[in-house]
């Protein structure tokens, strides 16, 4: 796993068959058949305006076709292939997925099977249960049904059999057919944060903004660091700590040490260590001299003492991180995704890199650090990240997600209209 890996919810498709469906099918004693040269090839007149309307509804757009044709020596896969590309310069055609098999081949992909369907959803990383297909025939119905797709039957009366069970709309045309989808798929849907498997642990230094927090059950710990005591107007450190882990016993909470030679360092880091169970000693990852402190990590981490490794920015702090944490206590690494994102780079490459070189090490978590946007929460879910550490001013902004943006549009004029009378401003 690496950089591939799709960002956000699970798309969805609209797996078109070809002909009778995007182009006119041949019909001969009442059978469709496809057309056997470029020349033959004619648009259904409504194909552009549907696939425009799938398009814009977000949909991936996929021909699925049965092109038995060329497995009975009757058509050159060619002729299919330039047909497939005449189609692709007209329509918003995202691939094609073609099966050239016949019947007696045994293959997996002819519909009725799904496999056309499977293969744009390993393909497209799409959700099958929420997407559609559109067919003008019963075998394209039945790859639909046995794919978890929902179907829209075009029905040209040929003479042969309906799809039995029928499809879950049946319409006259292709248009028709999108219209259908648009109205029946539902909004996108944004995962409610409970349903999430990054972990929100909460970043700061105010005790009573703690205490909570630790009474929301969005928050599964957290961390501190000397910057944030420093904003709090803390001046003893050791008094506030055991303050702290007086009142938060269930999550586990980061206190980062502050000497800056490795003696020292790993004098203060046991220290911090016995003050409580659930304690993880924060090491960044050198001191001020640009020193590696993976002597004092792995010494600790040997010992038992929880570490969480911070200030970590590149794949090649990671791992040396992992390497002197590897075989010991849980442990954290803390890499500040939004620090990265604040220099023009895409931290999510870098996050995933992270996770691939912590792989092997289950008893070490990564930590998207930083975060700038409450949109971070979901990167760091959407590529596995452990867990994500949420300063109290992103955290009041969480009420946010999902809100309906018509409505967050007119509270905005709202804001401008009071403020502007506030103002009292006069043109
Ligand atoms: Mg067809």
């Given at each position: 796993?690496?950089?591939?890996?799709?960002?956000?919810?699970?798309?969805?498709a609209?797996?078109?068959?070809?002909?009778?469906?995007?182009?006119?099918?041949?019909?001969?004693?009442?059978?469709?058949?496809?057309?056997?040269?470029?020349?033959?090839?004619?648009?259904?007149?409504?194909?552009?305006?549907?696939l425009?309307?799938?398009?814009?509804?977000?949909?991936?757009?996929?021909?699925?076709?049965?092109?038995?044709?060329?497995?009975?020596?009757?058509?050159?896969?060619?002729?299919?292939?330039?047909?497939?590309?005449?189609?692709?310069?007209?329509?918003?055609?995202?691939?094609?997925?073609?099966?050239?098999?016949?019947?007696?081949?045994?293959?997996?992909?002819?519909?009725?099977?799904?496999?056309?369907?499977?293969?744009?959803?390993?393909?497209?990383?799409?959700?099958?249960?929420?997407?559609?297909?559109?067919?003008?025939?019963?075998?394209?119905?039945?790859?639909g049904?046995?794919?978890?797709?929902?179907?829209?039957?075009?029905?040209?009366?040929?003479?042969?059999?309906?799809?039995?069970?029928?499809?879950?709309?049946?319409?006259?045309?292709?248009?028709?057919?999108?219209?259908?989808?648009?109205?029946?798929?539902?909004?996108?849907?944004?995962?409610?944060?409970?349903?999430?498997?990054?972990?929100?642990?909460?970043?700061?230094?105010?005790?009573?903004?703690?205490?909570?927090?630790?009474?929301?059950?969005?928050i599964?710990?957290?961390?501190?660091?000397?910057?944030?005591?420093?904003?709090?107007?803390?001046?003893?450190?050791?008094r506030?700590?055991?303050?702290?882990?007086?009142?938060?016993?269930?999550?586990p909470?980061?206190?980062?040490?502050f000497?800056?030679?490795?003696?020292?360092?790993?004098?203060?880091?046991?220290?911090?260590?016995t003050?409580?169970?659930?304690?993880?000693?924060?090491?960044?990852?050198?001191?001020?001299?640009?020193?590696?402190?993976?002597?004092?990590?792995?010494?600790?981490?040997?010992?038992?003492?929880k570490?969480?490794?911070?200030?970590?920015?590149?794949?090649?702090?990671?791992?040396?991180?992992?390497?002197?944490?590897?075989?010991?206590?849980?442990a954290?690494?803390?890499?500040?995704?939004?620090?990265?994102?604040?220099?023009?780079?895409?931290?999510?490459?870098?996050?995933?890199?992270?996770?691939?070189i912590?792989?092997?090490?289950?008893?070490?978590e990564?930590?998207?650090?930083?975060?700038?946007?409450?949109?971070?929460?979901?990167?760091?879910?959407?590529?596995?990240?452990?867990?994500?550490?949420?300063?109290?001013?992103?955290?009041?902004?969480?009420?946010?997600i999902?809100k309906d943006?018509d409505?967050?549009?007119?509270?905005?004029?709202?804001?401008?209209?009071?403020?502007?009378?506030?103002?009292?401003?006069?043109?």
């Amino acid at each position: 796993m690496g950089i591939g890996r799709a960002i956000g919810p699970r798309r969805a498709a609209v797996f078109l068959d070809r002909d009778g469906v995007l182009n006119r099918a041949l019909v001969r004693d009442g059978r469709p058949h496809p057309p056997q040269t470029v020349a033959e090839l004619e648009l259904e007149p409504d194909a552009l305006e549907a696939l425009e309307l799938l398009k814009q509804a977000g949909f991936v757009l996929l021909v699925a076709s049965n092109q038995p044709d060329v497995a009975r020596g009757t058509v050159r896969r060619e002729v299919v292939d330039a047909i497939d590309a005449k189609l692709a310069e007209q329509l918003p055609i995202d691939d094609f997925l073609i099966c050239f098999h016949d019947d007696g081949d045994g293959c997996d992909c002819r519909k009725p099977g799904a496999g056309l369907l499977f293969r744009g959803a390993d393909r497209y990383g799409l959700d099958l249960k929420a997407s559609f297909v559109i067919g003008d025939r019963w075998r394209d119905i039945a790859a639909g049904r046995a794919g978890g797709a929902a179907t829209v039957f075009v029905d040209r009366g040929y003479d042969e059999p309906n799809p039995d069970p029928p499809a879950d709309a049946t319409v006259g045309s292709t248009l028709q057919a999108a219209r259908w989808i648009v109205a029946h798929s539902p909004a996108p849907k944004i995962p409610a944060l409970a349903n999430l498997r990054v972990k929100i642990f909460a970043d700061g230094a105010d005790k009573a903004a703690i205490v909570a927090l630790a009474a929301n059950p969005l928050i599964r710990g957290f961390t501190t660091n000397p910057t944030l005591m420093n904003e709090a107007g803390i001046k003893d450190y050791e008094r506030f700590a055991r303050d702290l882990l007086a009142a938060i016993t269930a999550y586990p909470v980061s206190l980062e040490v502050f000497a800056d030679d490795n003696d020292e360092m790993l004098r203060q880091a046991r220290k911090i260590a016995t003050w409580g169970e659930n304690v993880y000693v924060k090491i960044p990852v050198t001191n001020t001299k640009r020193e590696t402190t993976a002597p004092v990590i792995r010494a600790l981490t040997a010992a038992g003492t929880k570490v969480n490794v911070t200030a970590v920015m590149t794949p090649d702090q990671v791992r040396g991180a992992c390497q002197a944490l590897a075989g010991g206590a849980p442990a954290c690494i803390s890499v500040f995704a939004g620090r990265i994102a604040d220099t023009g780079r895409d931290p999510i490459p870098i996050m995933a890199a992270a996770l691939d070189i912590l792989a092997p090490h289950p008893g070490i978590e990564l930590i998207w650090a930083s975060p700038r946007e409450p949109l971070n929460i979901f990167h760091a879910d959407s590529i596995g990240t452990h867990i994500i550490t949420v300063t109290a001013d992103l955290l009041a902004k969480l009420p946010l997600i999902g809100k309906d943006l018509d409505e967050y549009s007119l509270e905005t004029v709202k804001m401008f209209a009071r403020d502007a009378a506030k103002a009292g401003f006069a043109l």
